[in-house]
């Protein structure tokens, strides 16, 4: 029943895929019947790295865009704590800690003998100055909530920082490792965008709009030596194109490859990898809960049961799973609410009806460059208009989108994957693009954060999720997958996305 109905909605769609499948089919036959990688070889401590988005600029501490952070993120910058591959909490700039009995005062030891790129010494009053910067009034830092909780930070001596809290919060140590918490120095910070300073294992070389990102090897690093000598991060958007590059060896690696309709002929040939694992990413219909309808929790839920799924991951041959709120299956303290709006279009027109919304209203839907939201789009427009609505579909460039939408709040709906890990709080906010408020939220959110005992942690985390399905702002869709294609020689990078990283500290090329 499923696939017969699938077939019935979404016929013009895959047939509008049609020219970009042979295209890619056609690659696939090339390149995997001739030789691979006939291209001359290159050294074996240079990696190329392929990426859908280019990010708008390079300081993670001034931006949202997950594209930065993807580059620099334990490449080029490190915070007090950092995450790994498993989404735990480990050291990072901070040897070690220790937290008082109250759960207030936090007292990091930190690395001496540390310097940025640039020669500056790292010790406390950097520790002091990047999160007095992150909370400071004209803060542009896209989790300043990450650092609201700091009540005063000081410098005993260079290489001890004690933070003090206002208050408790469970999730402290897990925030600091976000790329939005990483070290930053003073006399850098006027070029950060454009030319990156961190104490990372790689320095930044240069950047190349529209083309690529270039870093080399940090020969002062303070840790252990990255095996790799150089990295190229290239960012290749379109899904053929990068299909192409991957077949011809032009690119080593692509952590997050956005054509899953090359997989199969590509897991057969042994000299690539096609590793399928989960990030944090939340696929979302975004709504703008200040602009009507979508003020009516009638007209939100009506679209929740006219958007099936299923039959959306499968359109998108994605490997995403369905969700019901905004958390993903892999986090610990995820609750399944995808039960609570089942595909059920006759319900969806009962709510439009009783909401007042009439047949053929139009709505538009602004889509950013991710295969997931430009296909997903098309496919969510055609269920929409089975429940009498018009939908417009607009696709807009990544910066674009960052402005109109994201800044701006200038939207009707919207599809994103908002890959920030347990990122609940942006439902909690003053003001977030889509403008949802709920005093019962964020009294919930608040008793989470103070929480420090992990049973009530995760029955708090329960709650929120509920909270989320029964006012549904935005349609929660599904749990973006990582798909991974590399050279099979290629050895290290993460198989699942905790955040939006791509650490290259431990990658080399085995012989």
Partial sequence: MLLFRTHKIFGWFRMSRYFERLLTASLLATALAAPAFAAPAVARDTLTLGMVLEPPFLDPTAGAAAAIREVTYQNIYEGLTRIDAKGDVKPGLAESWTISADGLTYTFKLHSGVSFHDGTKFDCSIVKFSYERALAPDSVNAQKGLFEPIASIACPDPTTAVITLKRPVGTFLFGMGWGDAVMVAPNSIATEKTIPVGTGPFRFKRWVKGDRVEMERNPDYWGAKPKLAAVTMRFVSDPSAATAAILAGDIDAFPQFAAPEALDAIKANPKFVVDIGSTAGKTILSLNNDRAPFTDVRVRRALAYAIDRTALVEALSNYGKPIGSHYVPSDAGYVDFTGAYPYDPARAKALLAEAGVKPGTEMTLKLPPPAYARRGGEVIAAMLEQVGLKV?????????????????????????????ARDLDIYARDKYYFNYHSPEYRALFAQYQQATDPAKQVELLGALQRKLSEDEPNVFLFALAKIGVWNAKVKGLWD??????????????AD
């Fill in 496 to 509: 699942n996305s905790p955040i939006p990283a791509n650490d290259l500290s431990g990658v080399y090329w």
């Fill in 392 to 420: 417009k579909l607009v696709p807009m460039e990544f910066a674009q989108w960052l402005d109109q939408v994201f800044k701006q709040s200038d939207f009707d709906m919207t599809i994103i994957a908002h890959t920030e």
